[in-house]
Each structure stands twice: as C-alpha cells, then as structure tokens.
C-alpha cells in the first residue's frame, strides 16, 4: 500500500539579507512547483541611514602644536565608528586641518559601505558628512577657490570625487550640535552630557566603597583599627 500526501501551501515568505538569493530561491520553486509570484523581492528592513560627524582642534597639542583629528560615524542611531588621533603634519590654519579631517572622514565612510555590501545591507546615499567649519564647506562645493590651496591637491581631489559620485554630502553645523567636539574639545558639562546622551553612552557610575583602614605597628604585635571608620 502507497500512501501519498499533498499539501497546498497559498502563502511563502523567503527571507534573505541579500535579494539575488531571493531571487535564486524563488526561480528554483517555479520551475519545480510553478509557483505564482505575487511581490517582488525586496529588502524586508529598507535600507540603513548613516551619518557622520567630523572636527578637529587646531593645533591643540601644546607640545607640538598638531591639530587633534576627530569623527564619528552613525549607523541608523548606533555609534559604530569613531576617531581621535594627532594629525601627522602641522596645520597652517583652521580650515587645512578641517579638510585633512574631511578626507579622512570620507575614507571611513567609504571603508565601512563596503564592509556593509559585503554583508548585503544597504545604504542611503549620499551620507551627509557634517562640519561646522564654513570654509571646509565652501572649497568642496567651488573647484576653482581650492586651486589655491596645492597643499590640500590630494585630499581635495579624494573629497570632490566622492561628492561628484554622490557618496558623501559634507554640510555645515553649528558647534552646538557638533557630536565629534566630545573628542577633541574640553566642553562644559552641560553640553558634554547632553552630547554624551546623543552618542548612546552612559556615564560610569560612582564607585562607593566600604570597609576600614587598619594602621600596623611594625614595633609591636598590636594593631589597631582608626576610630570613626566601618570594619
């Protein structure tokens, strides 16, 4: 005796983090169940928005007179990324040491897209990349004012390019709102907590601790334990 067993299914969910093997999936089950694709395939989280933060304190180092790199990136409201490092040459002005800081910035971002297109995840572009310098701003959006600055080719070139292919957005911000100034800039409390809040840390808490002090002759056998403290 052959039992057979038929099952009708109306409904399939196939999950996936990358579409092309969605896709694979569901060209298989046509062409050995002939099913009836209703929706096409699409990302079930949409796509991740990332954001970034970037500042420097000129010449901050009082030994060497470096400006002090810093940035941060967001992925959705997650801090994944983030950078304070001494920048290797002298800057003669602000806006120098700002634009070092942007290029590298930008290779961050870059490094961290592919890492997420090799886990299949997508990204909105562009990433706005903010700055609260207005000259930084300024020689990313006029090619023929940073021609001036030949000390600036290399990064200047890196930025516009990524600009040009619509991967970042550098844009201005005011210092109020500037996150990367926790890493590099003394800020009062006030700001430093409201910015230690937007970066999703938390303070350390205050470490109480209990016990006593117990003062040891070392001419005689007697200890004793000092008045007005707990054993």
Request: charge should be positive; hydrophobic fraction near 40%; proline fraction near 4%.
């Amino acid at each position: 005796m052959f039992l057979n067993e038929m099952k009708h299914k109306r409904r399939c969910l196939i999950t996936s983090p990358s579409i092309n093997q969605i896709a694979t999936v569901k060209k298989f089950l046509d062409s050995t169940f002939t099913i009836k694709d209703l929706e096409p395939a699409k990302s079930f989280l949409g796509s991740f928005h990332i954001t970034a933060y970037c500042d420097v304190d000129w010449a901050g180092c009082v030994d060497s007179r470096d400006s002090l790199t810093g940035y941060c990136v967001f992925l959705g409201q997650a801090l994944v990324s983030w950078k304070i490092k001494k920048q290797p040459t002298i800057a003669r002005s602000t806006a120098e040491a700002e634009y070092h800081n942007l290029g590298a910035s930008t290779c961050e971002l870059r490094w961290i897209s592919y890492l997420l297109q090799d886990l299949c995840i997508l990204i909105s572009q562009p990433i706005p990349l903010y700055c609260n310098n207005q000259a930084t701003v300024h020689i990313v959006a006029n090619p023929v004012f940073h021609k001036r600055m030949k000390y600036l080719e290399i990064d200047c070139h890196l930025v516009r390019d990524q600009c040009k292919a619509e991967f970042v957005l550098p844009s201005h911000i005011s210092g109020s709102s500037q996150l990367a100034d926790m890493f590099t800039k003394l800020l009062p409390h006030a700001m430093f907590t409201s910015f230690l809040s937007k970066l999703g840390l938390v303070a350390f808490p205050e470490a109480h601790l209990e016990g006593g002090m117990k003062r040891v002759s070392i001419f005689s056998n007697s200890s004793r334990v000092e008045p007005g403290l707990n054993n």
